[in-house]
């Protein structure tokens, strides 16, 4: 199995409150991104890491990694209008074979685990798509468009995390079709396709890093 993983990181910070894009801003003196490349490197030493960044970034990113002396081989690819070019402009740097796997995952997600990354890959082998999701412990309610709300059950739904794993020829595919606004994740692109998508079990830790609260707690959870 040849294996690819697509990081897509154009994120800008403005619900951090800060000037730093979040993908940059350090966590226990280590950007974020390069968090969540090494995790990937860590799986596998050979995988095949892109790293999508809008191209006015690119300068900053190449003067964190001098500064940080990061070594894990990566390549780079630009950033589009919206998540959605981002990632096909990233699957442009993919060489398509039969046994090719493609991972999507969030530049801001540095503490999937590597079990997760791995049953993803195993379960995408195995049925062509795999999408990581942890269950809802919260109550939930729906909210229907006369602002009426209604309690629904939580246990038919799950929280979806990255990465998103594929077989490569099924997501290159997918990502021919035109861009829509009901594409929230690549399982929603896949899935518009035609395909359907398995379930594997994700893990609670794999945050979104988007908030200072996100920070705060990923700080915390370093110490420990």
Avoid at 9 to 30: C, N, S, W, Y
Avoid at 33 to 49: A, G, K, S, V
Avoid at 58 to 74: G, R, S, T
Wanted: aromatic share 10%; charged share 20%.
């Amino acid at each position: 199995m040849k294996r690819y993983v697509v990081i897509v990181a154009g994120g800008k910070g403005l619900r951090m409150g800060t000037d730093i894009p979040k993908q940059f801003l350090p966590v226990a003196g280590t950007p974020i991104l390069m968090r969540t490349i090494r995790r990937f490197h860590e799986y596998d030493p050979q995988m095949n890491i892109i790293v999508v960044l809008p191209a006015h970034q690119i300068p900053y990113w190449n003067e964190l990694c001098a500064q940080y002396h990061f070594d894990v081989p990566f390549q780079l690819a630009l950033g589009g209008e919206t998540r959605f070019h981002s990632v096909k402009n990233g699957l442009a740097h993919v060489e398509f074979a039969s046994d090719a796997y493609v991972a999507v995952h969030d530049g801001v997600r540095p503490f999937v685990s590597v079990s997760v990354i791995n049953e993803a890959f195993n379960e995408a082998e195995r049925s062509g798509a795999a999408v990581p999701v942890i269950p809802v412990v919260d109550s939930i309610r729906k909210i229907a468009e006369d602002g009426t709300n209604k309690a629904e059950n939580r246990a038919a739904y799950r929280l979806v995390q990255t990465p998103q794993v594929f077989r490569a020829d099924m997501l290159r595919k997918s990502y021919e079709q035109p861009y829509c606004e009901a594409f929230t994740d690549d399982a929603s692109v896949v899935e518009y396709s035609g395909h359907t998508v398995s379930l594997t079990e994700g893990n609670r830790e794999n945050i979104k890093i988007t908030t200072m609260s996100d920070l705060k707690w990923a700080e915390a959870f370093l110490s420990e």
